[in-house]
């Protein structure tokens, strides 16, 4: 499993996560009794879709992988205890602040979630731990692979950034007197910005550094200007004129080998290995039983 691959697979957890917390802590008002049941989550004219129906359709659609999820979290958990296996907070940070400057959805909202985002790091990190724990590579093969991919160990620079985009110079300036006056640049965003994706995200374009294709060079050469929390003047880019917000940044970064070099053992032989890196490796070893599985309990 290569590193995009790992950031991927993060990314989709946390998104599972959040599928989780909505089931369950809907689940959780059924205590309620009927009433909650009944209770109209939309209607379609004199039509209602009730919370129960929607309850239904999220197990159909959802139910298996969210409960899968939570017995790979529980396994690996397990096993790392059994094999004494631990991730340092050193190895969680270095891959979350790669994750920060390689993934662009690190929008403000998003980054709310941090301490599930290392947790999810850390679950894989683990993962990898266990599935390699008996795995011998040379000190030689090590330094070789390092050698060949420091820059994958580099971090760049990296600025967390909103921007509004209008047409003309005329409304660059309007809501540039607007923001020094004390409006909200997220709420001028929302209202003004041309650049709908962004706009609907109170103008947050998320983590960007000088390798990013996505936005013009001035949008770094502005960033490295701004203070945190300040924002730019109106400069013209192709789609008319833009302000931009500095939200946050993230200081760039080289790792040496002896930072890295546990994490590409684990690279090399994850490479090596011709099953796909999963969980369900030791469910046998954690004797799991599932709702979903062949070996489920009779009830």
Known sequence: MGKKQLWMVIAALIMLNCLTVAF??????????????????????????????????????????????????????EMAAKYKIKISDQDVEREYRMLQTTYNSFSSKKIQNEKKWKGQIRNSLLLEELLTKDVVVSNKELKSYYD????????????HLS??????KEEANKASKELARGSSFSTLAMERSIEEFSANEGGDIGYI?????????????????????????????????????????????????????????????????????????????????????DNKKAN
């Not at 060949?148 to 600025?159: D, E, G, Q, S, T």
């Open 209 to 293: 550094s000088e390798e990013d294709e996505r936005y013009p060079t001035q949008y770094i050469e502005t960033a490295k200007k701004l203070k945190k929390g300040a924002f730019s003047k109106p400069f013209k880019v192709k789609q008319g004129y833009a302000l931009l917000k500095l939200e946050g940044k993230v200081s760039g970064k080289s790792y040496s080998y002896d930072d890295v070099k546990e994490e590409i053992r684990r690279q090399i032989a994850l490479e090596q290995m011709k099953t796909p890196a999963s969980a369900a490796t030791f469910w046998d070893e954690s004797k799991v039983e599932w709702f979903y599985g």
């Open 148 to 159: 060949k991919n420091k820059h994958l160990f580099n971090v760049p620079a990296a600025y």
């Open 24 to 77: 369950f802590l809907s689940r959780a008002d059924e205590a309620g009794g009927a009433a909650v049941n009944e209770e109209a989550v939309a209607t379609v004219g004199e039509k209602a879709i009730t919370r129960q129906e929607w309850l239904n359709e999220l197990e159909t659609r959802y139910g298996k992988d969210v409960l899968k999820e939570m017995i790979d979290q529980k396994v690996i958990v």
């Open 163 to 168: 921007h509004i985009i209008v047409k003309t």
